[in-house]
């Protein structure tokens, strides 16, 4: 029987485990490092009030993948949920994601969408049309006010370094309404898993023959021991940091507990740069059809990733592109490893997408071993590596 190793027990991790599992005869060792499973998706309840924790940051489900949706939930019962984000500035409380409430309290305003739409469009400063980096963005697209009050303190704190060293599509992520639409996200399904995502990435994996081995590191030296490795784990680190490290940060959290209602919503950003943390997640208001007296919020502060530290967001600097060329490179030339997932291919994924690339990579991989193909090394054949 042909032996598989997975690396990483994160969403890609089991949705490989669970689609190679089901559809060939095999054995499968799945390696992490940590005690726990699903990565940074990972939650489990607070003994102490039953409270629904969300280990490494708020992580809400959202997609507009039909596909995705579907598949993902096989595997839990989801509860709707819909992330409305607000914001203590040093203007005062107001909605994100940026939206015609917003425009209205900040500029104390009473504008219809249209006339909110062209004020906006004559804040922008338009030589910045073709924005080359963050701050070009956000100046082009909401003009200097509402940037420096929204975006520039929040993503100092978060990024460690200035606007304009990060890319526009950071910025991108987030939409800019002209009407009262707060839903953070885009997409169209969003929800939360009942039992939490732990509970899903246990499920995927309950299969004969995946084994699961936590708190175990994976050398680079066992390679020779399967007949594939899926590496969901850091690029730079599967080949021993030879050509340097790939910069990112990581998120730590200060835990507080009280009782009752502590802020009144799931997540508030704290957008001054003179506050040292980005933003405080009450989670109990994660699980709204759960009731809690007492009550756990997490302050959440952003450090560069140093040796030993989780990464949480890739930096995607130039000097890091140079440096995972190099790592791509090396990649291209593996016979039985493959890559995927947000750390192995250094990019700032949602979980949808990962699932997604999961499940297509998985299709591919397996199409390929039937035809005794060449095996596919990175999602979509590479194409969409940061580099
Ligand atoms: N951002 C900001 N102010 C905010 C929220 C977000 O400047 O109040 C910027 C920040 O640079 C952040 C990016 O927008 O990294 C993307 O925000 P998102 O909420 O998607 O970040 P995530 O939840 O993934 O940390």
Not at 2 to 30: D, H, P, Q, Y
Not at 64 to 70: N, V
Not at 190 to 212: F, K
């Amino acid at each position: 029987m042909k032996t598989f190793a997975i690396v990483g027990a994160g969403f890609s991790g089991a949705v490989i485990a669970n689609r190679i599992a089901s559809a060939m005869e095999c054995r499968i060792l799945v390696f992490d490092r940590r005690e726990h499973l699903a990565g940074n998706c990972h939650t489990s309840r607070d003994p102490a009030t039953g409270i629904m924790e969300h280990h490494y940051g708020p992580h809400i489900f959202h997609t507009s993948s039909r596909k995705t949706w579907d598949y993902i939930r096989q595997f839990s019962e989801f509860r709707p949920f819909v992330n409305r984000v607000k914001a203590v500035t040093p203007r005062g409380f107001f909605t994100l994601p940026i939206n015609l409430t917003t425009i209205n309290q900040f500029f104390g305003k009473t504008f219809h969408p249209e006339e909110a739409r062209e004020f906006i469009a004559e804040k922008g400063e338009k030589q910045f049309k073709d924005a080359k980096n963050f701050e070009e963005q956000a100046l082009f697209l909401v003009g200097r006010e509402l940037y420096e009050i929204f975006f520039k303190g929040y993503t100092i704190k978060q990024w460690g370094v200035h606007p304009t060293e990060l890319p526009a599509t950071i910025l991108k992520r987030l939409p800019i309404r002209f009407n009262c639409d707060d839903n953070y996200y885009n997409s169209t399904f969003q929800a939360i898993p009942s039992d939490g995502y732990t509970a899903i990435v246990e499920r995927l994996m309950n299969i004969e023959h995946i084994e699961i081995k936590q708190n175990t590191n994976f050398e680079n030296s066992f390679v020779g021991e399967f007949d594939h490795v899926f590496f969901s784990g850091a690029i730079d680190e599967f080949y021993g940091n030879v050509h340097g490290r790939l910069c990112s940060r990581s998120v730590y959290f200060e835990k507080q507990r009280g009782t009752g209602d502590w802020q009144g919503n799931p997540v508030i950003n704290h957008t001054s740069q003179e506050v040292p943390y980005t933003r405080i997640a009450e989670h109990k208001h994660f699980t709204p059809w759960e009731e809690h007296e007492k009550t756990i919020v997490f302050k959440e502060f952003s450090k560069f990733t140093a040796v030993g530290d989780i990464p949480s967001y890739p930096m995607q600097g130039k000097e890091d592109k140079r440096v995972l060329a190099k790592y791509i490179n090396m990649a291209k030339q593996e016979e039985k490893v493959s890559f995927l997932g947000r750390l192995a291919t250094y990019r700032y994924l949602d979980m949808d997408a990962v699932i997604n690339e999961a499940l297509d990579f998985s299709d591919e991989w397996l199409s390929a071993k039937a035809a005794n193909e060449k095996l596919p090394i990175f999602p979509n054949g590479g194409r969409d590596l940061p580099i």
